[in-house]
């Protein structure tokens, strides 16, 4: 089946500061979402995104499928971005280990 | 607003008494399921519906049943909840197939004792 790899799987920074992180797929495929997962435990969705560029305020997102991979831009990091943050493959939706992010004032 | 709506947040429970989690979407998505989150083994499909009377299992369908009488309800039912059944669970929704974007309820977080 397949496998959906997330880097890095722990992140600290600083307020203000900008990240990015990376999601692989071990196959092609049609469809991929970013979650944050708050920790309150909700599963919030930031961006459905099969293929290009996204923007959604201080988050974009860019997936480039022939590649077998998508990326989470998060600019200006705020302490309430921190939580674990999902890539999922539709399908039979096949999340990847997740991104544990932790944004300290 | 668009949103599923899971209930309860919170339950705990004793071993072999039976309890229905509820799960409902007003956005008149076809397609259902239920998911429960572990450490360690994060996400796993219970089961999933396609539509109205359509169910099918997932990657961990056994101590789980469920239903789809109505488009807009999908409720998972434990008969005998087992301790090995604690974990977070969380009903999704998307519009047509598997393939579209999905939103997720607010989670339930059970205790079985």
């Known amino acids: 089946g397949i496998q959906v790899e997330q880097s890095p799987p722990d992140l600290i920074l600083q307020e203000g500061a900008n990240s990015t992180l990376r999601c692989n797929f071990s196959?092609?495929?049609?469809?991929l979402q970013w979650f944050h997962q708050n920790p309150w435990g909700q599963l919030i969705n930031l961006f459905y995104i099969p293929s290009g560029t996204k923007q959604n305020g201080r988050l974009s997102a860019t997936t480039v499928a022939t590649e077998r991979y998508s990326l989470l831009y998060i600019s200006s990091s705020q302490t309430t971005d921190s939580g674990v943050y999902f890539c999922?493959?539709?399908?039979?939706?096949?999340f990847g280990q997740g991104t544990e992010l932790s944004v300290k004032p | 607003e668009a949103q599923v709506t899971q209930n309860p947040r919170y339950l705990i429970t004793v071993t072999g008494k039976k309890l229905t989690v509820t799960c409902s979407q007003n956005m008149n998505h076809e397609y259902m399921s239920w998911y429960r989150q572990d450490p360690g083994l994060g996400l796993r499909q219970i089961y999933y519906s396609m539509n109205v009377e359509v169910t099918d299992k997932g990657d961990v369908p056994e101590g789980y049943k469920v239903s789809r009488k109505e488009k807009r309800n999908f409720p998972l039912i434990l008969e005998s909840p087992s301790p090995n059944q604690t974990s977070l669970y969380f009903c999704?929704?998307?519009?047509?197939?598997?393939?579209?974007?999905?939103?997720f309820g607010s989670g339930t977080r059970l205790t079985v004792v």
């Open positions: 196959d092609s495929v049609n469809n």
């Open positions: 999922a493959v539709l399908g039979k939706l096949i």
């Open positions: 999704a929704s998307s519009p047509r197939t598997a393939l579209h974007g999905y939103t």
